[in-house]
């Protein structure tokens, strides 16, 4: 299973909204709505952001949106925040039942 | 409060076996689907194996099949991963998370250890 594909690096002033997107196949992204998003900072486990495309677990910020059209997810970040510079890993479920993670992204807050 | 601590790294030589175990507390531990992701330092995340709500099913990553053995005993509230034929490549910070549900399908890992570091050098 090939890792899903996200940009290396993404970049942002503060107050701007930035979107990283996560590309896969019909067998992961495209076939299912069990898209996920992580977000690890440094020297720390990830934590997770989106569930299922677009939902957000309790406690994490609005300005965090996700969505997805056929193979594609993405996830937004709007008015761009100095702590939510970090790394960012996205995840499919796939049709052999398993998980799949993206390349991950580097968010940088100019 | 949920708290998933996982022991069991260290230094293997290739070939060798180590057996990680990951302590949870905090949560119906067999109502949920547990799993083991890894990350090689300075680098992305790797999903290894998981398991369902009481041990119905098991799943390993290509990478990892037939080497790795992921289990858990809900009376301990424990979660394990028997790693054999340890490889140069296996060399990363293991986590072990919890998933939001029974099952795998859907949600996502919504609770994550602080990760133990295996390393496989002769």
């Known amino acids: 299973q090939s890792a899903l594909t996200q940009p290396a690096s993404v970049s942002g002033s503060p107050g701007q909204s930035i979107t990283i997107s996560c590309t896969g196949t019909s067998s992961d992204v495209a076939a299912y709505n069990y898209v996920s998003w992580y977000q690890q900072h440094p020297g720390k486990a990830p934590k997770l952001m989106i569930y299922?495309?677009?939902n957000r677990p309790s406690g994490v910020s609005n300005r965090f949106s996700g969505s997805k059209s056929g193979n594609t997810a993405s996830l937004t970040i709007s008015g761009l925040q100095a702590e939510d510079e970090a790394d960012y890993y996205c995840?499919?479920?796939?049709?052999?039942?398993?998980?799949?993670f993206g390349t991950g992204t580097k968010v940088t807050v100019l | 409060e949920v708290q998933l601590l996982e022991s069991g790294g260290g230094v293997v030589q290739p070939g060798g076996s180590l057996r990680l175990s990951c302590g949870a507390s905090?949560?119906?531990?067999?109502?949920?689907?547990m799993s083991w992701v890894r990350q090689t330092p300075g680098k992305g995340l790797e999903w290894v194996s998981d398991?369902?709500?009481?041990?119905?099913?098991?799943y390993h990553a290509d990478s990892v099949e037939g080497r790795f053995t992921i289990s858990r005993d809900d009376s301990k509230n424990t979660l394990y991963l028997q790693m054999n034929s340890l490889r140069a490549e296996d060399t990363a910070v293991y986590y072990c998370?919890?998933?939001?549900?029974?099952?795998?399908?859907?949600?996502?890992?919504?609770?994550w250890g602080q990760g133990t570091l295996v390393t496989v050098s002769s």
């Open positions: 398991i369902r709500g009481s041990g119905v099913s098991t």
């Open positions: 998370a919890k998933f939001t549900g029974y099952s795998s399908r859907g949600g996502g890992f919504d609770y």
């Open positions: 995840s499919s479920y796939t049709y052999r039942s398993t998980q799949v």
């Open positions: 299922d495309v677009s």
């Open positions: 905090g949560f119906t531990f067999s109502n949920y689907a």
